[in-house]
């Protein structure tokens, strides 16, 4: 989860993995999409591999890459395990404050 949360924390890889979510992607096609160097977008594709949040696949000499969904639904769960936490909280502290708010003298 760490790496995933890692490689998910740069705005360039989120865009990547923007761009492979509904198709499939060549290394080529994804670099033409950015202004930056070829070694850079490689950089960017190693790193959400190795984190599991895009899977890669040789057709020839390409290699194409698609997003890993399933990781991303893991990365959801975790993310919303903290939301809802921080949502129970939130509740009882508004119940809390309506209890006393009800024992105040008028």
């Known amino acids: 989860m760490e790496e995933m949360l890692k ?3 740069d705005p360039r890889r989120q865009q990547i993995l923007r761009l492979v ?3 499939e992607h060549a ?3 994804v670099a033409a999409q950015f202004e930056i160097s070829r070694p850079a977008v490689s950089k960017h594709l190693r ?6 949040l895009i899977a890669e696949r040789r057709n020839g000499t390409q290699r194409l ?8 639904e893991d990365v959801r769960r975790f993310v919303e395990s903290f939301w ?4 129970a909280a939130v509740k009882r ?3 809390a404050d309506a209890r006393a708010r009800r024992n105040l003298p008028r």
Do not use: I, K, P
């Open 65 to 72: 890459y698609r997003a890993r969904r399933q990781s991303l």
């Open 7 to 9: 490689a998910l924390a």
């Open 27 to 29: 290394a080529g096609e």
């Open 84 to 87: 809802d936490d921080g949502l």
């Open 21 to 23: 979510w509904n198709a």
């Open 47 to 52: 790193v959400l591999r190795e984190a599991g």
């Open 93 to 95: 502290a508004s119940e």
